[in-house]
């Protein structure tokens, strides 16, 4: 089956700094990527969803600014969270879409990304 | 508004027991639904992928239904194991890619 990678797996930074995170497809190539977050005991969150090659297009409510994008590749997309604070603590998603257009289009995703931000 | 509802929103059961996990979906139309799991800290798998017209589909232990008249689609895991213990999240997907997800059952199966 798919597989999707993330790196790290979990991170700790000062308040003030940048963390990024990377997503991979690893056998397989991916034209769309999205990453997600995901609060304790709550569903995951879209925040925002990566062509390759194109600028991200952001939900609603999600800084472009804070969280960049860039995805350069068809198997690497990274998500760069800069100025970190503590309230962007949380546990970051990616995933990367297979079958682009039928039916059984689907989503393979990443183990996730845990921020820790002090 | 498109929405996924699932229940019941926690659920604990003994080693070896049945359970059944419920979806009601409003999102029409839809692609495909799908059911995946997550362990605590791991980022979703999928389990099973279906077409709005299939009834039903299996993964090992796990069979899910769909029934795209009354919106509802079911996750049966059959003969639970420690291991089945996660969250358990139904995901609609409309045409748009956007995926719209439940808020997931979380199932604790104890010894």
């Known amino acids: 089956g798919a597989v999707v990678s993330q790196h790290p797996s979990w991170v700790i930074c000062k308040s003030g700094t940048s963390v990024k995170i990377e997503c991979r497809s690893l056998d397989f190539q991916a034209t769309t990527m999205f990453w997600y977050r995901q609060f304790p005991k709550q569903s995951l969150m879209l925040m925002a969803t990566s062509n390759e090659g194109s600028k991200a297009t952001y939900e609603q409510g999600v800084e472009k600014d804070k969280f960049l994008i860039n995805h350069a590749s068809l198997t690497l997309s990274t998500l760069t969270v800069t100025s970190a604070h503590p309230e962007d603590s949380s546990f970051y998603i990616c995933s990367a879409d297979t079958l682009a257009g039928t039916l059984q289009e689907t989503q393979y995703f990443g183990p996730g990304t845990r921020l820790l931000v002090l | 508004k498109n929405q996924v509802e699932q229940s019941p929103q926690s659920l604990i059961i003994l080693e070896g027991k049945n359970c059944t996990l419920q979806?009601?979906?409003?999102?029409?139309?839809?692609?495909?639904l799908r059911w995946y799991k997550q362990d605590t800290g791991r980022g979703p798998v999928s389990l099973t992928i279906m077409t709005f017209s299939e009834n039903t589909k299996s993964n090992g232990r796990y069979t899910a239904t769909l029934d795209a008249d009354t919106k509802q689609s079911s996750l049966h895991i059959t003969a639970s194991q420690l291991s089945d213990s996660a969250s358990y999240i139904c995901v609609v997907s409309p045409p748009s890619y956007k995926l719209i997800f439940g808020s997931g059952t979380r199932l604790l199966v104890r010894p």
């Open positions: 979806c009601n979906y409003t999102v029409s139309p839809f692609s495909n």
